[in-house]
């Protein structure tokens, strides 16, 4: 029996979303997977042409829930593609969780901009946990050094994608084919 206000034909996520996060995914795979980087960092994490920017795009404009799922998948997607992998827990921190925080930008939907900047804070949080306890160390030294590595090209991540965004905000094509 069918609970209260759901039907046979209520999807969770209708063909259109789940084609648009498709495309999305595949322009991230794109843009941070196979163009080269700007500029890569010796132990993992790059900053890339805009790599970010169709996550944040999408989540922008369908909001936290199906945008976290979009930054989970293109995780998934990432870490299949070379990622490296030492632990499980590692493995979830820096790829689906870390690009699932992503999402946090749909909270944002007013203050797009803002949402890109918590987006950023918090993939910075899952790579900083991973960097403290699985390449340095559970210390004040470790969490100084997993800060600075990962907030180098987080850094760089930031100003690139809300510099496109921003452009995408004035020119109107943030909510195109709605």
């Known amino acids: 029996m069918l609970a209260e206000g759901n039907s046979l034909n ?3 996520f209708p063909t259109k979303i789940l084609t648009e996060l498709s495309v999305v995914v595949a322009l991230s795979v794109i843009l941070k997977d196979i163009l080269p980087p700007i500029y890569p960092l010796p132990q993992g994490g790059s900053i890339t042409i805009a790599g970010l920017v169709p996550l944040f795009w999408f989540t922008l404009r369908r909001g936290f829930r199906i ?3 979009a930054g989970f998948i293109f995780g998934l997607v990432h870490m299949a593609l070379g990622g490296y992998v030492i632990n499980p827990i590692q493995g979830l921190l820096d790829y689906p969780l870390a690009f699932a925080a992503l999402g946090l930008a749909g909270l944002f939907k ?3 901009l803002v949402g890109v900047g918590v987006g950023i804070v918090g993939r910075f949080i899952c790579s900083f946990l991973s960097g403290i306890f699985f390449f340095a160390s559970p210390t004040v030294e470790g969490a100084i ?3 600075i590595y990962n907030g180098t090209y987080l ?3 930031f100003i690139i994608s809300v510099a496109v965004i921003y452009l995408l905000i004035k020119r109107g094509l943030l909510e195109i084919y709605l």
Request: aromatic share 14%; proline share 0%.
């Open 10 to 12: 209520e999807k969770r």
């Open 145 to 147: 050094a997993s800060a």
């Open 155 to 157: 850094i760089g991540e």
């Open 67 to 69: 945008g976290a799922f």
């Open 110 to 112: 007013k203050y797009r």
